[in-house]
Antibody, heavy 117, light 110 residues
Framework: EVHLVESGGGLVQPGGSLRLSCAAS????????MHWVRQAPGKGLVWVSY????????SYADSVRGRFSISRDNAKNTVYLQMSSLRAEDTAVYYC??????????WGQGTTVTVSS | QSALTQPPSASGSPGQSVTISCTGT?????????VSWYQQHPGKAPKVMIY???RRPSGVPDRFSGSKSGNTASLTVSGLQAEDEADYYC??????????FGGGTKLTVL
């Protein structure tokens, strides 16, 4: 069965850093594109970042570019999101998602990030 | 990276059909056949219902269908059932490894 399990969320002060992890199982992770998508409380879904199968290509939403960094370890079937210079508006549930045909095909359960003093 | 435009709400009675629109631009919806739709129940992770404009993943009822004309995509839910009540989001590939979501539509089954 296909599974994505996020971890690493929590409470962090403005300006702080956090690294999210997403452990994948049940599919060919090393040949899969991966994304992070977030959802602020009571708000809609927002695409955050993308990484291709061998990390040769990455991309970011304008709102996080320069502050967030996506990476992956295919040996560990894990994708990461390093977040720095965090702001209150980064408060959200962060979902790890597997891409199939440019769609967000498989979703994790999400991990909550709260940026507050 | 402007969000796609969806109506904030839609509704229908059980058994009826409802269509939710998703309007983008010549740079996203019109440019690529990579529009997808997601269903999200409260407190749950989203679930893909339609991808590649009109393809249904296995397990998604054929009551759900998708289409596109120009810069507007649509999701139609036929034979509405109580369990279809949820938030629905569209998304489109926007080129250069960028994706954009719609603001979401709350579907109410009356």
């Amino acid at each position: 069965e296909v599974h994505l399990v996020e971890s690493g969320g929590g409470l962090v002060q403005p300006g702080g850093s956090l690294r999210l992890s997403c452990a994948a199982s049940g599919f060919d992770f090393s040949n899969s594109w991966m994304h992070w998508v977030r959802q602020a409380p009571g708000k809609g879904l927002v695409w955050v970042s993308y990484v291709n199968s061998d990390e040769s290509a990455t991309s970011y939403a304008d709102s996080v570019r320069g502050r967030f960094s996506i990476s992956r370890d295919n040996a560990k079937n894990t994708v990461y999101l390093q977040m720095s210079s965090l702001r209150a508006e980064d408060t959200a549930v962060y979902y790890c998602v597997r891409d199939i045909s440019y769609s967000f095909n498989v979703w994790g359960q999400g991990t909550t990030v709260t940026v507050s003093s | 990276q402007s969000a796609l435009t969806q109506p904030p709400s839609a509704s229908g009675s059980p058994g009826q059909s409802v269509t939710i629109s998703c309007t983008g631009t010549s740079s996203d919806v019109a440019a690529y056949n990579y529009v997808s739709w997601y269903q999200q129940h409260p407190g749950k992770a989203p679930k893909v219902m339609i991808y590649d404009v009109s393809r249904r993943p296995s397990g998604v009822p054929d009551r759900f269908s998708g289409s596109k004309s120009g810069n507007t995509a649509s999701l139609t839910v036929s034979g509405l059932q109580a369990e279809d009540e949820a938030d629905y989001y569209c998304t489109s590939y926007a080129g250069s490894n960028n994706w954009v979501f719609g603001g979401g539509t709350k579907l109410t089954v009356l």
